[in-house]
């Protein structure tokens, strides 16, 4: 056996498969103790041989079992219930959940949710903190708007096919304006390990930024999320769009933020949703304009959002 994750679950518990997929990263289960393995990291639901326990994240789905002779339970142990977080970083390569994620979902296409994202980046990165952005857009562009076509680093196509763990160490990314970049270029992003190189990021920086997708994919990694900015594009039936992720979201604190000039005003969207409401207007940071990038424009309407919700996210 050559995988680089082994999980151990005699009990085949489909809470810890699903976490195991969302890491993004391929994973062998095995039904016992013991196995040949050439494995970076092993997760076990039941004790293990003594001796092993330095490797091995310990996982209780329920009550924990006693160990028999020669056994003992992994030197680090988590409940399946309350360490989703610790499973989900362990299996990214990570040691310990790290810095606070922030997703970035757009209600309506073509609003510039992208270019906010890139922003809210830009904005935090001028503290002195570490921040990522993690683009999931399967179309490429970008890394063009951002100025990284050329750039050194790794992109989504190059970490496809990696296997193991995602160690925060082989995140070689470009870097613009102090933000370190996880994004695609001509050659798409199929098979990019989003979640993997989320956990990794989020290990290894203060703030993680992720671009996501109106997605059954997106809204799962937007769980995985301590602050949610939700662009609305200015239509009223995007009010019931925010009340399903406020009632299928409990984890992140949402944000809503409005691109105006579209139909309904801030000031009408706040009392529908009873929450305060950042208005965006109707910049768009760097649209039709060579050499602009998102943030260019310090004084302009979407920097200006960006820094408000940059002192929201940061407390």
Not at 6 to 21: G, K, N, T
Not at 71 to 85: F, I, K, M, Q, T
Not at 261 to 278: F, K, M, N, S, Y
Not at 281 to 297: F, K, L, N, S, Y
Request: charged letters at 20%; aromatic letters at 4%; a neutral charge.
């Amino acid at each position: 056996m050559n995988a680089r994750i082994v999980i151990v679950d005699p009990y085949a518990d489909e809470d810890l498969l699903r976490l195991a997929e969302l890491s993004g990263l391929p994973f062998t289960r095995v039904h016992a103790w013991p196995f040949g393995a050439d494995a970076e990291r092993m997760v076990s639901t039941v004790p293990v041989p003594r001796g092993a326990g330095r490797e091995v994240l310990g996982v209780v789905p329920g009550v924990a079992r006693a160990p028999k002779l020669g056994e003992a339970w992994p030197e680090r142990v988590v409940s399946l219930r309350d360490g989703r977080e610790d499973i989900l970083a362990f299996l990214g390569g990570a040691e310990a959940p790290g810095g606070i994620r922030v997703g970035v979902m757009g209600l309506a296409g073509g609003i510039g949710t992208s270019t906010l994202a890139a922003c809210l980046a830009r904005a935090l990165a001028i503290r002195p903190i570490a921040i990522a952005l993690l683009d999931t857009d399967p179309v490429p562009g970008l890394a063009s708007r951002l100025g990284l076509d050329g750039h050194t680093g790794l992109r989504w196509a190059d970490l496809a096919e990696e296997e193991g763990p995602l160690l925060p160490r082989r995140l070689d990314l470009p870097v613009w304006h102090r933000v370190r970049v996880a994004t695609s270029d001509v050659r798409g992003a199929a098979g990019a390990p989003f979640a993997a190189a989320a956990n990794a990021l989020s290990r290894t920086h203060d703030v993680l930024i992720v671009d996501l997708q109106r997605t059954a994919d997106g809204e799962e990694m937007l769980g995985q999320c301590d602050h949610a900015v939700v662009l609305f594009g200015g239509t009223a039936g995007e009010v019931a769009a925010w009340e399903r992720l406020r009632a299928t979201q409990p984890r992140p604190t949402l944000h809503p933020v409005l691109r105006s000039g579209r139909g309904i005003g801030a000031a009408e969207l706040a009392r529908r949703l009873g929450v305060p409401v950042v208005a965006l207007g109707t910049e768009r940071a760097g649209q039709g304009m060579h050499g602009v990038q998102p943030g260019d424009r310090v004084r302009g309407a979407v920097m200006t959002a960006a820094r408000l919700l940059a002192d929201r996210v940061m407390g």
